[in-house]
């Protein structure tokens, strides 16, 4: 078993900048790839951005240029730092981690754990 704890949401404007953390525990070491996904209200789950543990990325195209994720292997964290930060940006962010993953942006249905999310506001 694998436990993710996000940490880091909150509110800021437009323009703004965020950090996300998730740190795992557990069997970590069994894990090829993390990545954070999103959910606002109304909408369907999108994946933001992931990273295989080779340090591969990649990023939706609404994010590319804003948003940057980045893992602490020592600590078995990941990070998302968002900056120019959107209105539609607003969500509730979650942290998954998958020991198989093809599609990891997706693929949300190959990620074996997730985190219980952190939300985010942007006011414009």
């Known amino acids: 078993q694998v436990q993710l704890v996000e940490s880091g949401g909150g509110s800021v404007q437009a323009g703004g900048s965020l950090r996300l953390s998730c740190a795992a525990s557990?069997?970590?070491?069994?894990?090829?790839?993390m990545g954070w996904f999103r959910q606002a209200p109304g909408k369907e789950r999108e994946g933001v951005a992931a990273?295989?543990?080779?340090?591969?990325?990649y990023y939706a195209d609404s994010v590319k240029g804003r948003f940057t994720i980045s893992q602490d292997k020592a600590k078995n964290t990941v990070y998302l730092q968002m900056n120019s930060l959107k209105p539609e940006d607003t969500a509730m962010y979650y942290c998954?981690?998958?020991?198989?993953?093809?599609?990891?942006?997706?693929?949300?249905?190959?990620?074996?754990?997730w985190g219980q999310g952190t939300q985010v506001t942007v006011s414009s």
């Open positions: 557990g069997y970590a070491y069994s894990i090829n790839c």
């Open positions: 998954a981690a998958g020991q198989t993953v093809a599609r990891p942006l997706s693929g949300a249905y190959e990620y074996n754990y």
């Open positions: 990273i295989y543990t080779n340090g591969m990325r």
